[in-house]
């Protein structure tokens, strides 16, 4: 895309601008160490390795359906209270569900645990997870971890990490966040925005110029450049909370007097300083935004980076459907069809569905107001297509509704609602069957917005900018770009009312009271026993998926199973089924050999297996694994590793990890997360085993190549496997079982 170019190669700031280099500075760690990103870092860094980072965070943020699961392992591992300020809000689990956990249940615990151990406990539909964040928690030159992939904070000083639960528990235990020294990648801003144009198009951009090849991946962005002065602070956050969806590691902004003011707005000035780019600093690439040639985007399903200019799709929508459709119907593997040229109506249009503006994304004020600029004294129109607005926050609401925005909104026949994150992950306002809905959301996975495809269910979710879907909506649903109408931009100012946190968000930290009780619901269940590894491993195959990428919306799923997060046995049954439905029951087999293998009673499948490559079952930990080509796209939710390791699970295969997150997770929960070589043609399928011997010792001492066999029922060949990177930590919690195990043998205390 010509608005976005990348340089791959690096670049020294000279003058105060960019300036590309063949060949990094003869001292690269110390020109690095001139960036915003590496004072950030090192300034929260005890390893004092220059190659290797052991973090420390300033503050956490969890959301309902994972400070449960967080709690319960931390204080399972010896917790007494919460070290630093730890935030459990409460935007996933708001619906109350019947048949599982009924979710104000978790709530409750939540804000008893927050009494127990110190934290701060943020209502029901008060505040999604990273508002809150940002207007309560966020300071320049800070870090916060979270367990949600979304948390970014970066434009407000503050870097932000998405990880799942296992690594927010260390950090309840006094334990650091160990990871390489990452690559920094400078994002220069240049231009102006044009009118009609807003965040999401800027980031769709972003992501679909950045994600396929992970010319990003596991890096920290550095924006800055003569662009950023003209962007607003919702514009910027509406850009920076979805560099998750690059596959990026953090973000962080220059900071100015824009986020100097911010700060002075939300009641905490003190919070702000500059952050600035020394001369020299080195970057390891470059990516350059024209902002002034943005154009109105789209993201088609099922990936935000699957992206398009709305004008492009308008010439030629039947080629450009029927291209997304026959990816998205070998993606679905058969089980359903998508049909996206039925949204193509007689005069050649695209025709949508439903329009939602939500989230930590889409509901902002800036966002909203210029919709309601759109929307004002017009209508929606009382045909299918409906439009749905979630503030992400109280405050945002409160002044939407100070401001006339909800009334203009609602006047026009939009549906105003409250924080919630629902319908990013399949909560709240599903789409009906092979429908078109376009959002301002995060994520428009497969097995995200409610489909459901195993059960003949599917629906499409198309990323755009609240802009554009206002413009559509104000034409009834046909596709319509923002730049292509005329309104007008009333100047308006979001005025935070901090006395609605205040009267209605316990903040406990340093208030610790060990006598306070915790409220367990019916089904707030504890973690099942983990055992250890033993000096072999054994694992049989029972899930071999061949897509690209494999989300963790597949591997567990979201929406329907919300009301089982507090519940690893129950949630454990949705295990990867909207994409190999016969795992579960797979695992279980796997689980019960194992089972009676260690109550000495192995069964003779075992053995036989064994006998083939001079096992001894005494010795050897027999348990499920899966192969997929890339796993982990998405979500940070740790149960989309938990579930593969309650349910027996000793091991994952693939060429390369999609996140650090999902990997860490894996580890975390005791699955070995090994990779194969590219050139590897794993040709196996399920019910195939695969047997390392030696495992434990070799991970104990560092290995991270390991000779194993394959058994198939046409005979054994070998496969050499690969697990790099790991830290000493590391190898401890795997062979130990899992985190829990790790600190019950009285490591990392």
Request: glycine share 10%; proline share 5%.
């Amino acid at each position: 895309m010509a608005m976005i170019e990348r340089l791959e190669k690096g670049v020294v700031i000279k003058g105060g601008r960019p300036v590309p280099t063949e060949h990094a500075p003869e001292d690269k760690i110390a020109a690095r160490g001139k960036t915003i990103a590496y004072k950030i870092m090192r300034a929260h860094d005890i390893s004092q390795n220059p190659a290797k980072m052991r973090l420390k965070f300033d503050a956490l943020v969890s959301h309902d359906i994972t400070y449960v699961g967080i709690i319960q392992t931390a204080r399972a591992s010896g917790m007494k209270e919460f070290p630093i300020p730890y935030a459990l809000t409460n935007c996933h689990n708001s619906l109350c569900a019947v048949g599982g956990t009924i979710n104000e249940d978790d709530h409750f615990f939540g804000l008893s645990a927050a009494k127990k151990y110190g934290g701060i406990f943020v209502p029901p539909n008060l505040a999604v997870i990273h508002q809150y964040a940002r207007e309560a928690l966020c300071g320049c030159g800070k870090m916060i971890l979270g367990s949600d992939s979304h948390t970014r904070y970066g434009c407000y000083g503050t870097m932000g990490i998405g990880e799942g639960g296992g690594e927010l528990a260390k950090q309840l235990l006094g334990n650091t966040y160990d990871i390489d020294a990452p690559e920094v990648v400078l994002v220069w801003l240049e231009g102006a925005v044009p009118h009609g144009i807003g965040p999401h198009d800027v980031a769709l951009a972003l992501i679909g110029v950045t994600f396929p090849d992970g010319f990003v991946k596991n890096k920290v962005l550095e924006f800055a450049g003569p662009g950023l002065s003209g962007l607003s602070m919702d514009f910027r956050i509406g850009v920076d909370v979805m560099t998750t969806e690059t596959s990026c590691l953090s973000s962080i902004w220059v900071t100015d007097d824009k986020v100097e003011e911010y700060y002075g707005d939300v009641g905490r000035p003190a919070e702000f300083k500059r952050l600035e780019i020394e001369e020299g600093a080195y970057y390891d690439a470059m990516v350059t935004v024209r902002l002034d040639e943005m154009e109105s985007m789209i993201a088609l399903p099922f990936h935000p980076s699957k992206v398009y200019t709305i004008h492009e799709l308008q010439k030629d929508p039947a080629r450009i459907f029927a291209e997304i459709e026959a990816a998205c119907n070998e993606e679905l593997g058969g089980r359903v069809k998508m049909d996206l040229r039925r949204n193509i109506n007689e005069k050649g249009q695209v025709v949508v569905e439903q329009g939602v503006i939500v989230g930590c994304a889409g509901g902002m004020y800036e966002n909203i107001a210029e919709a309601a600029d759109i929307l004002r004294g017009k209508s929606v129109g009382n045909g299918y297509f409906s439009l749905s607005v979630y503030p992400a926050s109280a405050p945002i609401a409160l002044a939407m509704a100070k401001d006339g925005l909800a009334a203009d909104l609602m006047e026009a026949g939009a549906l105003v609602k409250s924080a919630f994150c629902g319908p990013c992950f399949g909560a709240g306002d599903t789409p009906a069957h092979n429908t078109l809905s376009i959002r301002h959301a995060t994520r428009n996975f497969a097995n995200r917005e409610g489909s459901k495809p195993a059960a003949g269910q599917i629906a499409a979710v198309a990323l755009m900018d609240a802009r554009s879907i206002a413009a559509t909506a104000l034409s009834g649903g046909v596709l319509t770009a923002a730049t292509d109408i005329e309104y007008t931009v009333t100047p308006r100012k979001y005025r935070f009312t901090p006395s609605i946190y205040e009267k209605r968000v316990y903040n406990g930290f340093g208030k610790a009271d060990p006598g306070a009780q915790l409220r367990m619901g019916p089904n707030i269940a504890d973690w099942p026993m983990m055992p250890k590894m033993e000096d072999d491993l054994l694992v049989r195959l029972c899930a071999v998926i061949r897509d690209e990428v494999t989300t963790t919306d597949e591997l567990i799923p979201s929406g329907e199973t919300s009301s089982y997060r507090s519940n690893p046995i129950a949630l454990s049954e949705y295990a990867l089924s909207r994409r190999v439905p016969e795992y579960v029951g797979r695992a279980k087999a796997v689980r019960a050999l194992d089972e009676a293998r260690r109550e000495g009673n192995t069964p003779q499948e075992v053995l036989d297996v064994l006998a083939q490559v001079g096992g001894d079952a005494s010795r050897t930990s027999v348990g499920s694994c899966i192969f997929a080509r890339k796993p982990g796209d998405g979500s940070a939710r740790e149960q989309a590793a938990s579930c593969q390791k309650v349910l027996g699970g000793w091991a994952n295969f693939c060429y390369e990890y999609a996140t650090k997150r999902y990997r860490s997770n894996c580890i975390n929960w005791g699955l070995v997360p090994f990779t194969i070589d590219r050139e590897e043609a794993f040709d196996y399928e399920s019910g195939d085993w695969i047997y390392i011997p030696g495992v434990r010792k070799a991970l104990l001492d560092g290995a991270e190549t390991f000779a194993a066999k394959v058994i198939t029922s046409s005979g054994v060949r070998d496969i050499t496997l690969y697990c790099k990177g790991l830290s000493p930590d590391e190898r401890l919690i795997l062979t130990e079982g899992c985190l829990m195990n790790y600190y019950a043998a009285g490591y990392g205390k």
